[in-house]
């Protein structure tokens, strides 16, 4: 079966970089997301790479794949209060739905 | 419309009794799916629709979950006998198709408490 795991929390301050990480289990997602959820809004997507790819960088955010060890993790450059919420990690296999990891909580000190 | 809009955004019932959730899916949006997110997890998959059909159903879990989508727009999702364990955000999204290129754009949610 599919599972997607993620650490709970991360605490960092303002200005400092962010890494979430993030394993899977299924070898045949090819798509791999990152979604962001503020109190009170949906599921935002940030971003998302092919499995074919080992990084995709979009503005502050960096998205590393490493597919020998299921791992992928997102990083936020110059991290700001504004991007406290909960990331999500999530798989998807071909036309199947998304399977999401129970997220990590990022706190953005000032 | 903007977005993905769900109704009620919050619904409090009794144990036993009959609930139904609306999901209004992006205009245009053949694909549409339905998750439930408890507190502290990530959302998990019930059922998505390809237009009219369900395409997959196999995340309900049991027979007193149901989900409609009659003329491949708005959905319906439906729960009899309401257990205190069904309360949590019932989450929906839409997306232009099924590949995995096509974003899924998620609604803000209705936040069920069966009492």
């Known amino acids: 079966g599919e599972d997607v795991e993620q650490s709970l929390f991360l605490s960092v301050r303002e200005g400092d970089s962010s890494v979430i990480n993030c394993t899977y289990t299924?070898?045949?997602?090819?798509?791999l997301y990152w979604y962001k959820q503020e109190p009170g809004a949906g599921l935002q997507l940030l971003t998302y790479?092919?499995?074919?790819?080992d990084m995709k960088q979009d503005q502050r955010l960096t998205v590393l794949l490493n597919k020998k060890d299921k791992h992928l993790s997102l990083r936020i450059a110059d991290t700001q209060t504004g991007d406290s919420a909960i990331y999500f990690c999530?798989?998807?296999?071909?036309?199947?739905?998304?399977?999401f990891g129970s997220g990590t909580r990022l706190q953005v000190q000032p | 419309g903007a977005g993905v809009s769900q109704t009620p955004s919050n619904k409090v019932t009794e144990k036993g009794k009959y609930v139904e959730l609306r999901c209004d899916p992006i205009?245009?949006?053949?694909?549409l799916y339905w998750y439930r997110q408890s507190l502290g997890q990530g959302p998990e998959f019930l059922i998505y629709?390809?237009?009219?059909?369900?395409?997959?159903d196999s995340g309900l879990p049991n027979d007193r979950f149901f989900a409609v989508r009659p003329e491949g727009s708005v959905s319906t999702l439906k729960i009899q006998r309401t257990e205190r364990g069904d309360s949590a955000v019932y989450l929906c999204?839409?997306?232009?198709?099924?590949?995995?290129?096509?974003?899924?754009?998620f609604g803000p949610g209705t936040r069920l408490t069966v009492l």
């Open positions: 999204a839409s997306s232009l198709g099924l590949a995995e290129n096509n974003e899924q754009f």
């Open positions: 299924d070898s045949s997602s090819t798509y």
């Open positions: 790479i092919f499995s074919n790819m």
């Open positions: 999530a798989e998807k296999e071909g036309r199947r739905a998304l399977t």
């Open positions: 205009s245009g949006h053949t694909a």
């Open positions: 629709f390809q237009g009219t059909g369900a395409a997959d």
